[in-house]
C-alpha cells in the first residue's frame, strides 16, 4: 500500500507519500498555483502537477485532509475547490479517496484530538523517522493525513481479524 | 460564439447552452449525481457528465455562476467543489472560463441586481423566446448565467468600439 496525502489548498496544495508497511517517506512537497492569475488557471496548474505526482509516485490510495475551519466564506469555498481537484485527479486514475477531519488526523497520528499543530508535526517527524520536521507545512499537513490513512486502516484489519472475519477492504 | 452556462452544485449541476448572436437556445438541463455514495463519485460522475455536454455541444465560452451566500459550511464547500469540476471540465480543452456573481447576473439579465429569484427566471423565458420557464431551476439559472456572459460581451465590444479601439476578447 502507498498512500498519497494531500492537504487541500488553492494557493498550496500540500502533498505527501508514505508506503504503508513501514511507514517509509518516497516524497513529499507543496504545489504551487500561479498567483495573480485568474482562478480557473490556478485549479488547472494544480490539477496537472497532482496529476504529474501520481503519474510518477503511483499511489495505491489517497487521503485527503477535509478541513471543518475555514476564516470565511472564500476560504471555505478555496478549500472545497481544492479538494474536487484532488478527488478527480484520483480517482479518474481509478484511485479510491478517503478524506479525513482534522480531529480524526490529530487522535490517529499523535493519539489525541486536540493536540496543537507543532505537536503533530512533531508527531509526524517522529514517526517518520525524520530528522527535522517536513517542510513546508502543508507538506507536514499531507503526511499526517496520510499517515492517519494508513493507521486507521491497521485499526479495521485488527478489528476485522478479531471478529474471525476474512479480512477485507473498508 | 456558444456559450456553456453553469449552476454550480453537487446534487444537481445545472446546464443551458445558447448560441450567442441570436440568443438561441441549443439545450439545457441539470445533471444529476448520484444519491448516498462518497462524495468522490459524486463529484466523478459530475465531471464525466458534464465532459459529455461539453464534448456534444462543443461551447466556445464557459460562463459559471459563483454564488455568494451559502447556508453553512458545508454548502459553501459544496459550491466549490461544484466550480472545480466545471473549471476542469472547460479548461481541460482549453475553453475559457468567466466567472459572474449572482447579483451581475440579476444586473444583466433582468436590468436590476436585487431582483428576485421568480423575476430573473422570467426574464430568462422572455429573452430566450420560450412559452414556459426553463425547468428545473438550475437549469434556468444555468441558462440566466449564459444569458449574462453574453450581453457582458455585448456591453464590452460597444465600449471598446465607442473608444474607436480595435475589437477584442475580453
Known amino acids: 500500500m502507498r498512500v498519497l496525502g494531500i492537504d487541500p489548498g488553492t494557493i498550496a496544495m500540500g502533498y505527501g507519500i508514505i508506503d504503508g508497511e513501514e511507514l517509509k517517506v518516497v516524497d513529499y512537497g507543496a504545489l ?3 498567483r495573480g492569475v485568474p482562478i480557473a488557471r490556478r485549479l488547472q496548474t494544480l490539477y496537472e502537477d497532482l496529476r504529474d505526482v501520481i ?3 503511483q ?3 489517497v487521503a485527503i485532509e477535509e478541513p471543518n475551519v475555514a476564516r470565511n466564506r472564500r476560504a471555505t469555498m478555496a478549500v472545497g475547490q481544492a479538494q474536487a481537484v484532488a478527488i478527480l485527479a484520483a480517482t479518474e486514475r481509478g484511485i479510491p479517496v478517503f478524506n479525513y477531519t482534522p480531529t480524526r488526523i490529530k487522535q490517529l497520528v499523535s ?3 486536540a ?3 507543532e505537536q503533530v508535526q512533531e508527531m509526524v517527524r517522529i514517526q517518520l523517522g525524520l530528522d527535522q520536521a517536513p517542510q513546508p507545512n502543508d507538506a507536514s499537513d499531507a503526511l499526517a493525513v496520510a ?3 494508513i493507521v486507521e486502516r491497521r485499526i479495521s484489519r485488527l478489528l476485522t481479524l478479531n471478529k ?3 479480512e477485507k477492504e473498508s
Request: hydrophobic content about 20%; glycine content about 20%.
Open 59 to 61: 499511489p495505491s490510495e
Open 147 to 149: 499517515i492517519c490513512h
Open 115 to 117: 493536540s496543537g499543530k
Open 32 to 34: 504551487l498555483a500561479p
Open 164 to 166: 474471525g472475519e476474512p
Open 55 to 57: 503519474a510518477r509516485y
Open 111 to 113: 493519539g489525541y484530538g
